[in-house]
């Protein structure tokens, strides 16, 4: 059993302790590739989907940093579909760490025929998913 005036000091010792120990965290300033909790580069992944974000997405994982998307045929052109897969391929803001793949397809009586993409196509959009990239890195920055 407590004895009566150790109540009053236990209550006293647990405030004055309960604010021993806290400290503030240290603000780390991190590169945008380490600012990530998926495998990828973030700014990168979230480019990518935007850029696609109009065709239906099949698998997107952000450990791997793959997305790949279904056919997809554009209401003015209903003859002729397509498919992309991209792959983000490091944790760094790089030109080099995209890498876009495109199937094409026409339909020819009723089927669907495979038919070549050109390469311009491809780095096209490997270049617009950088730019988006690169404006999300800057909003950002702004933001800070």
Not at 111 to 117: E, F, G, L, S
């Amino acid at each position: 059993m407590l004895r009566p005036v150790a109540l009053p000091l236990m209550l006293v010792a647990a405030v004055t302790l309960s604010g021993c120990g806290k400290k503030e965290r240290p603000v780390a300033d991190l590169a945008a590739s380490k600012i990530t909790t998926i495998g990828v580069n973030a700014y990168l992944w979230r480019a990518a989907l935007d850029t696609f974000s109009f065709m239906p997405i099949v698998s997107a994982d952000s450990n791997g940093g793959v997305i790949v998307t279904d056919w997809y045929a554009s209401p003015a052109n209903p003859n002729e579909r397509m498919k992309i897969t991209v792959m983000i391929l490091d944790q760094d803001l790089r030109a080099d760490a995209v890498r876009v793949s495109a199937s094409r397809q026409i339909a020819n009586n009723g089927q669907w025929v495979d038919t070549a993409v050109q390469a311009s196509t491809v780095q096209r959009l490997e270049e617009v998913v950088l730019g988006r990239a690169r404006d999300l890195r800057q909003t950002a920055n702004i933001a800070k």
